[in-house]
């Protein structure tokens, strides 16, 4: 499968937004990450449409709202209002809502829909719902904050996904990625790389994609061929 790297912009600089997007998509980014949170669900609270809102103005690639919120559904059309045809909404199964009825207003509303799981979650909690979306999210981070340690732990759950899904679902990783463990999380089955400050942090974002993009793309093939 093609492997797509997506620019967390929680390790962007919130002063310069506009600049630091549009850095890394003339790095050659796939998709922009972007993660919302309600104060509930986790212990932190981001932007809102309005953020999103600008952000529609200068995507020239796909975003992947990330909710991290107590209840989905309600989010929505408040960002469908302020989001690009064909961008993805990505909620997880631990939220409140009926996961399917997400999955059925997101797609109405003209999303994409995509599910995550955080990682302590038992990988049963998705598997019937694999036919029924777009994306699969993995967090290999505890949601909340920028800047944590990938936890190796979700690999497994991420491999035994993987050979559940069907053939060209695409499977995001999100947490902690860097040039160090993108292989481990590719040749686990992952093929979409969220990265944050591996991409926002690094002195030349473009090399940084690249170098991603590669280790990913040689240990996916290593995996195909094994």
């Known amino acids: 499968m093609k492997i797509k790297i997506a620019a967390s912009i929680l390790a962007a600089n919130p002063l310069r937004l506009e600049e630091e997007v549009n850095r890394v ?45 107590e209840h989905p559904s309600k989010f929505i059309k408040p960002f469908r209002e302020v989001a690009n045809e064909g961008d993805i909404f990505e909620f997880h199964i631990e939220s409140k809502d009926d996961p399917r009825e997400v999955i059925r207003l997101a797609r109405e509303a003209g999303f994409r829909a995509a599910i995550s799981l955080n990682p302590p979650t038992h990988p049963g909690r998705v598997e019937e719902l694999l036919e029924e979306v777009d994306m699969l999210l993995i967090m290999s981070v505890n949601p909340g904050f920028a800047g944590q340690k990938f936890i190796p732990e979700v690999l497994p759950k991420l491999r035994h996904l993987r050979e559940m899904a069907p053939e ?12 160090e463990n993108v292989a481990q999380a590719a040749g686990a089955g992952a093929n979409i790389i969220a990265a944050a400050s591996a991409i926002f942090k690094a002195p030349d974002p473009a090399r940084a994609v690249r170098n991603l993009r590669r280790l990913a793309q040689e240990a996916s093939k290593l995996t195909v061929e094994m």
């Not at 932190?44 to 309005?50: I, Q």
């Not at 060209?168 to 860097?178: A, F, N, Q």
């Open 25 to 69: 998509q003339d790095a050659g980014v796939d998709l922009i990450h972007v993660d919302i949170m309600d104060g509930h669900f986790v212990p932190n609270l981001t932007m809102g449409p309005f953020i999103v809102k600008g952000l529609k103005e200068i995507a020239r690639v796909p975003m992947g709202l990330h909710l991290m919120v």
């Open 168 to 179: 060209g679902l695409d499977i995001e990783i999100d947490g902690g990625i860097t040039e």
